[in-house]
C-alpha cells in the first residue's frame, strides 16, 4: 500500500504569484484535506475534497482553491502569494466511506520571498 | 471539536517513561481522543486513539479516567528518536471526514 506523497518537496515563489501544489492520496483512499502549517504551530485546516467536490473549508481566503482528480489525487493552488503563505503545506489522504483515519504526507515547504 | 490543553514542551532522558497529559475539559459523548506524533518537515503520524480507560499498542499506552475530561499519553523508555512534537486532538473515532483541529502541541525534547 503506497501512502500520500506530495510534490514539490521544497518550492520558493515571488510575492504576488501563483502556486500549485500537488498531492496523490493513499492507495484505496478517496478523501483528501489540505493543511497550512506555518513554523511553530500546529497544521491548520485549508480545505477538504470528497469524491472531487470541495466538502469543507477552513477560514482561509478565496484566493486558495483546490481540485480533487478521479483518481483521487489532489491540488492546492494558491494565487496572489503573501509572505505570510510561507509554511508547510500537508496534503491528507483517508476513505471517508469506510471511516478511516487519515494518512499524512510529508508537505510541501512554501517559502514566498 | 473540542479544545485541548498541553504543555507546551517537556524534556526527558533516553530509558525514561514520558508522560504527556492533555486536557479536554469540552469533549462530547462521541469524541475519542487521538495522539499524533510529528518530525520535523514531515506530516503528523497517528500514535494511539481511545475512548475510556486504558489503550495500549506497541508505541505507547492511553490512560482516560472516567471523566474524560483529560488524558495522559504515557511513552516507555523513550529513545532520541521520540524528539518530535506531540498532538493531542478530540473528535468522533475514523474521523477522516471532519477537519482535524490542531494545537500547537507538546515539543517533546529526549537527551542522551
Known amino acids: 500500500e503506497t501512502g500520500v506523497t506530495q510534490s514539490p518537496t521544497h518550492l520558493i515563489k515571488t510575492r504576488g504569484q501563483q502556486v500549485t501544489l500537488r498531492c496523490s492520496s493513499q492507495s484505496g483512499h478517496n478523501t483528501v484535506s489540505w493543511y497550512q502549517q506555518a513554523l511553530g504551530q500546529g497544521p491548520q485546516f485549508i480545505f477538504q475534497?470528497?469524491?472531487?467536490?470541495?466538502?469543507g473549508r477552513g477560514n482561509f481566503p478565496p484566493r486558495f482553491s483546490g481540485l480533487q482528480f478521479p483518481n483521487y489525487s489532489s491540488e492546492l493552488n494558491v494565487n496572489a502569494l503573501e509572505l505570510d503563505d510561507s509554511a508547510l503545506y500537508l496534503c491528507a489522504s483517508s476513505n471517508r466511506d469506510r471511516g478511516d483515519g487519515y494518512t499524512f504526507g510529508s508537505g510541501t515547504r512554501l517559502t514566498v520571498v | 471539536l473540542a479544545k485541548t490543553t498541553q504543555p507546551i514542551s517537556m524534556d526527558s532522558y533516553e530509558g525514561q517513561e514520558v508522560n504527556i497529559t492533555c486536557s479536554h475539559n469540552n469533549i462530547a459523548t462521541n469524541d475519542y481522543i487521538t495522539w499524533y506524533q510529528q518530525f520535523p518537515s514531515q506530516g503528523p503520524r497517528f500514535i494511539i486513539q481511545g475512548y475510556k480507560t486504558k489503550v495500549t499498542n506497541e508505541v505507547a499506552s492511553l490512560f482516560i479516567p472516567a471523566d474524560r475530561k483529560s488524558s495522559t499519553l504515557s511513552l516507555p523508555r523513550v529513545s532520541l528518536s521520540d524528539t518530535a512534537v506531540y498532538y493531542c486532538?478530540?473528535?468522533?473515532?475514523?474521523?477522516?471526514?471532519?477537519?482535524?483541529?490542531f494545537g500547537t502541541g507538546t515539543r517533546l525534547l529526549v537527551s542522551p
Open positions: 486532538l478530540v473528535g468522533p473515532p475514523g474521523a477522516g471526514f471532519q477537519k482535524l483541529v
Open positions: 475534497y470528497y469524491r472531487e467536490e470541495e466538502n
